[in-house]
T-cell receptor
Framework: DVKVTQSSRYLVKRTGEKVFLECVQD?????MFWYRQDPGLGLRLIYF???????EKGDIPEGYSVSREKKERFSLILESASTNQTSMYLC???????????????FGPGTRLTVL | AQKVTQAQTEISVVEKEDVTLDCVYE???????LFWYKQPPSGELVFLIR??????QNEISGRYSWNFQKSTSSFNFTITASQVVDSAVYFC?????????????FGKGTLLTVNP
């Protein structure tokens, strides 16, 4: 079974802090994604990566950056956390397009981040 | 731009009732994939089904069934004889090709509450 893990289920940070959210997958997937989920807005894509050291902006990249130094790990960075970044953050991974089932994303348990 | 609409924000039923969750999509792609995910209160999105645009056969898996109708751009999900454990937020999603890969566009989700 695909397993995607996230470093924390709950996190509380202060405004201005630098925040790291870590995601690890154990299925050798090339693709990894970061979303945030807010009530009434559904899931919105922040950043994604199709390979090590590669990244692409999603729909709402402002205020975030990412790092992918190893295939299995994809980090989301909040350079200077703000209260409007309080949200549920979800990581996902998938095989590349062209491989059977390649566009199916598998999700981690989520990190609920509160910025005070 | 692709769009997924889940018009039902919340649905409440009594156990053993059948319930249908609606999903309508918009895309200009001729090849695309549709998905349903379940998000129980624990927060993790669980993959339920993936369907490609060339396969309009209905799918049944236990109490779950899916009706894909290309003519109306709909991919509806029915739970037969609902149970309390079916209470969750359900998301419909559409894959979108971007360059040599893809990303998912999600609907805003439908909160299903099954009361005993």
């Amino acid at each position: 079974d695909v397993k995607v893990t996230q470093s924390s289920r709950y996190l509380v940070k202060r405004t201005g802090e630098k925040v790291f959210l870590e995601c690890v997958q154990d299925m050798d997937h090339e693709n990894m994604f970061w979303y945030r989920q807010d009530p009434g807005l559904g899931l919105r894509l922040i950043y994604f990566s199709y390979d090590v050291k590669m990244k692409e902006k999603g729909d709402i990249p402002e205020g975030y950056s990412v790092s992918r130094e190893k295939k299995e790990r994809f980090s989301l960075i909040l350079e200077s956390a703000s209260t409007n970044q309080t949200s549920m953050y979800l990581c996902a991974s998938s095989s590349p397009l062209g491989r059977e089932g390649g566009d199916t994303q598998y999700f981690g348990p989520g990190t609920r981040l509160t910025v005070l | 731009a692709q769009k997924v609409t889940q018009a039902q924000t919340e649905i409440s039923v009594v156990e053993k009732e059948d319930v249908t969750l609606d999903c309508v999509y918009e895309t200009r792609d001729t090849t695309y994939y549709l998905f349903w995910y379940k998000q129980p209160p624990s927060g993790e999105l669980v993959f339920l089904i993936r369907r490609n645009s060339f396969d309009e056969q209905n799918e049944i898996s236990g109490r779950y069934s899916w009706n894909f109708q290309k003519s109306t751009s709909s991919f509806n999900f029915t739970i037969t004889a609902s149970q309390v454990v079916d209470s969750a937020v359900y998301f419909c999603a559409l894959s979108e090709a971007t360059g040599s890969n893809y990303k998912l566009t999600f609907g805003k989700g439908t909160l299903l509450t099954v009361n005993p």
